[in-house]
């Protein structure tokens, strides 16, 4: 397998996954629009060989297709799968070699290797102004790194098996910090750096972070992987590139010696600059919040080294791909993390972190002389309580009872649930709680609801297949388009305020109840652009998910409580943008034009399909 980033790109290119892009192409933006049209044409690798300002190589869309990283995993990836099925205990192939043969010499081979210094690959220091300053945006606050591996030590018990290796956002440039002194540092607080620094500040000291970036592509992929506990990101980067994760330490910072590039510096306690903004995977901008930033000790480069870059936007983009390569490895994981539930979708349409769509098992309902959601609404609170998972917004979960069902297949799997849920007892909300800090749908930084949609038992109601004449021609809510069997979405007017919004779909609900009982249509979208919010599913998905709070933004035809629980006879969502909502990503028309050199006849990518 790879030791470097160069036997990669060679190795790609020579099976024909990558082509080279010579003419000189901007950082600002214009890198970033050739790598979304090429991943969007289902493209190969980039290897920009002339970025502007620079003198060093970048390279993108590595991991755009799953062919490609399963492809650049090719020796490896059985190995990994065999250790990640232990996942209860997976250095136990290093406790019992013998019993798990195969397995623990993958392993044994995956531990960390210390040398020492920095190497002699890192042998030169640059300054962050030397670097490949990519800004993907017309709206973001700067340069970013977007494939960094951001290591940091527990300060209570130091040491690399004890370490952390996270993919946290890093602004290069901007805002306020001083070039080449100072780097932004973006990270949710319960992760595993955000928790190092917490220890480091109670103990009045400075946390010492290190970012690698290139290396191995097996490096990159292992700063993203949910790892079970016990095993390191370090020795997971060792197993799945095939060899051993080789670092050193100069001046107290941990150095990779397989990184293409080392930015060290330190995190002080109580120190923060505005970070952002930055567009970002729900489609639209993560804006300008206070985060820690790094005081740059130094920064090292090997004399040929290659900066690897990715773009994310409104997916599918590149992170879709290293999910669907991270669900390959993983398997049945999230099985044995919570028996009973089969599968956890996060649809990916949706930004991930919105929408969650389970199977689980129903085993309660023998004891029961209805069949009614049970035990699915305890796995519910297991899912939202796991991981990344507790970041969801929404979820839907089910149980097969006489039809087969999966969650992969997003628009069968809802009209399953539209089918059978009870409105009435079925919708079970979580109010002021945490969400996804890149949402910005609830009522502050990391503040938000959840909604859980639970349905078992037989079929309740045959959903409308075209848009049922009572939901056409309300006044104020024209243009009624239908978004699947069973759900309609209808144009409102912009929205003004929370208080405007309860007077209007109050309104709204009133009207559609003297027209008469609508049980063939339980859900209905609010919407700015009902054209827009129909012309495919995944718009639906995106609009109706991203743009909604659910304690705020969910309404109902009839709606009323009975012992703290709310419920109603057709539900509505309003998905319309509100004035606190961050703007979405749009591109820089003349950029756009401007990089099309490059797919004409004789350039770089002509033999790309746009």
């Keep these: 397998m790879y030791r470097n980033?160069?036997?990669?790109?060679?190795?790609?290119?020579?099976?024909?996954?990558?082509?080279?892009i010579k003419e000189e192409v901007d950082p600002y933006l214009e890198m970033a629009s050739i790598h979304l049209k090429v991943y969007e044409a289902g493209g190969p690798a980039l290897l920009f060989e002339n970025v502007k300002g620079s003198k060093y190589r970048a390279v993108s869309n590595l991991f755009g297709t799953l062919e490609r990283s399963k492809f650049m995993f090719r020796d490896t990836l059985d190995g990994v799968r065999r250790v990640m099925d232990l996942r209860g205990d997976p250095m136990k192939a290093l406790k019992r070699p013998f019993g798990h043969l195969a397995t623990g010499i993958a392993a044994t081979k995956a531990l960390p290797a210390k040398k020492n210094g920095r190497g002699s690959s890192l042998s030169q220091e640059i300054r962050i102004s030397d670097l490949p300053l990519i800004q993907s945006w017309p709206m973001d606050?700067?340069?970013?790194?977007?494939?960094?591996?951001?290591?940091?030590?527990?300060?209570?018990?130091p040491g690399i098996m004890n370490a952390n290796l996270g993919m946290y956002r890093i602004q290069l440039t901007g805002n306020e910090y001083a070039l080449n002194?100072?780097?932004?540092?973006?990270?949710?607080?319960?992760?595993?750096?955000?928790?190092?620094?917490?220890?480091?500040?109670?103990?009045?000291?400075?946390?010492?972070?290190?970012?690698?970036?290139?290396?191995?592509?097996?490096?990159?992929?292992?700063?993203v992987m949910p790892l079970p506990e016990g095993l390191s990101e370090m020795t997971f980067a060792g197993l799945l590139a095939g060899r051993r994760f080789r670092y050193g330490y100069e001046d107290g910072y941990c150095i990779s010696h397989d990184a293409d590039f080392v930015i060290t510096g330190e995190l002080r306690p109580n120190e923060t600059k505005p970070e952002g903004p930055f567009g970002d995977h729900l489609g639209y901008y993560s804006l300008t919040h206070p985060f820690p930033y790094l005081h740059v000790h130094k920064v090292y480069a090997k004399p040929n080294a290659i900066w690897p870059f990715t773009v994310v936007g409104r997916p599918p983009q590149e992170d879709t791909s290293f999910g669907a390569l991270i669900h390959e490895l993983t398997g049945d994981a999230i099985k044995q993390e919570i028996p009973g539930v089969e599968e956890v979708h996060a649809v990916d349409a949706a930004g991930v972190h919105p929408l969650l769509l389970a199977l689980g098992s129903e085993r309660y309902t023998p004891y029961q002389q209805v069949k009614q959601p049970t035990e699915l609404l305890t796995l519910a609170s297991r899912i939202l309580g796991t991981g990344q998972l507790s970041l969801a917004k929404y979820l839907f979960i089910t149980a097969e009872d006489d039809v087969p069902v999966t969650t992969h297949r997003e628009a069968e799997f809802m009209g399953y649930m539209l089918e059978r849920m009870d409105l009435g007892r079925d919708v079970h909300f979580h109010t002021n709680t945490t969400i996804d800090t890149l949402?910005?749908?609830g009522t502050g930084l990391n503040s938000g609801s959840k909604v859980v949609f639970a349905a078992y038992g037989e079929k309740k109601r045959e959903l409308c297949s075209e848009v049922p004449a009572a939901l056409r021609e309300l006044r104020g809510f024209p243009q009624a388009r239908l978004i699947m069997p069973g759900a309609v979405a209808l144009q409102g007017p912009a929205f003004a305020s929370y208080a405007e919004a309860e007077r209007e779909l109050g309104l709204l609900g009133e009207a559609i109840r003297?027209?008469?009982?609508?049980?063939?249509?339980?859900?209905?979208?609010?919407?700015?652009?009902?054209d827009f919010m129909t012309a495919k599913f995944d718009n639906f998905l995106?609009?109706?998910?991203?743009?909604?709070?659910?304690?705020?933004?969910?309404?109902?035809?009839?709606?009323?409580?009975?012992?703290?629980?709310?419920?109603?006879?057709?539900?509505?969502?309003?998905?319309?943008?509100?004035p606190h909502h961050a703007p979405p990503l749009v591109p820089d028309p003349d950029v756009e034009k401007r990089v099309m050199r490059l797919f004409a006849k004789g350039g770089s990518l002509d033999k790309v399909r746009l």
């Design 181 to 223: 002194g100072e780097v932004g540092v973006h990270y949710q607080i319960h992760r595993g750096i955000g928790v190092h620094q917490q220890k480091a500040s109670k103990r009045g000291e400075p946390l010492k972070v290190s970012i690698f970036i290139g290396g191995p592509p097996a490096h990159t992929l292992s700063a």
């Design 514 to 530: 003297e027209r008469g009982a609508l049980p063939e249509c339980p859900l209905i979208v609010i919407c700015d652009d009902s």
């Design 542 to 578: 995106w609009a109706a998910f991203t743009r909604s709070n659910p304690s705020h933004d969910i309404h109902g035809v009839n709606a009323r409580y009975e012992h703290k629980h709310w419920g109603c006879d057709n539900l509505i969502i309003d998905a319309r943008l509100k």
């Design 439 to 441: 949402d910005y749908s």
């Design 5 to 20: 980033m160069e036997e990669c790109v060679a190795d790609l290119e020579r099976h024909g996954h990558l082509v080279r």
């Design 141 to 157: 606050g700067g340069a970013f790194v977007t494939l960094p591996q951001v290591y940091s030590e527990d300060p209570a018990k």
